[in-house]
């Protein structure tokens, strides 16, 4: 059995349904505000991003022995829209280019600690990876039933 008991794959099954959630969205969809909220779905990608960015964190810290935690933690709704604010200049390109990155950076670190058998604790990147993307995959499907698609 894995130290991660399956983790990367539920983070995987997770991920593959997001992708799917947001191929039945036009591109012309994209930039526009009110997908989720009032994000538009390149804001989503950027947030979805910034989180995944969040649990490489997490886990490398725990591989160095350290507190998956910071202390900022605790404010970690505000640092996502900030985030999502300080690049509200990309392109929805960078974004989507932005978003695979940042996830394959956190699925190699994953890997890694899966390889030297670190023990993801449960929760530490659930509501960061998986659940997260659940929770946007209906925001995405409510979206696309509002545009008829």
């Given at each position: 059995m894995h130290a991660d008991n399956g983790l990367i794959e539920r983070i995987e099954t997770h991920?593959?349904?997001?992708?799917?959630?947001?191929?039945?969205?036009?591109?012309?969809?994209w930039l526009v505000p009110g997908a989720v909220g009032d994000w538009s779905v390149k804001d989503l990608l950027v947030h979805i991003a910034y989180w995944d960015a969040d649990a490489d964190a997490r886990v490398r810290?725990?591989?160095?022995?350290?507190?998956?935690?910071?202390?900022e933690d605790s404010s970690w709704e505000v640092h996502s829209v900030e985030a999502v604010a300080q690049r509200a200049d990309w392109s929805l390109?960078?974004?989507?280019?932005?978003?695979?990155?940042t996830h394959a950076a956190?699925?190699?670190?994953?890997?890694?600690?899966?390889?030297?058998?670190?023990?993801?604790?449960?929760?530490?990147i659930d509501n960061c990876t998986y659940n997260h993307y659940a929770e946007h995959i209906a925001d995405l499907h409510a979206y696309r039933e509002r545009l008829g698609r």
């Open positions: 991920w593959r349904e997001l992708l799917k959630a947001l191929e039945g969205i036009p591109e012309e969809h810290r725990i591989m160095a022995g350290k507190s998956p935690e910071l202390p390109e960078r974004a989507w280019s932005n978003l695979h990155e956190m699925l190699a670190t994953l890997q890694a600690a899966r390889e030297a058998g670190t023990v993801i604790p449960p929760g530490v």
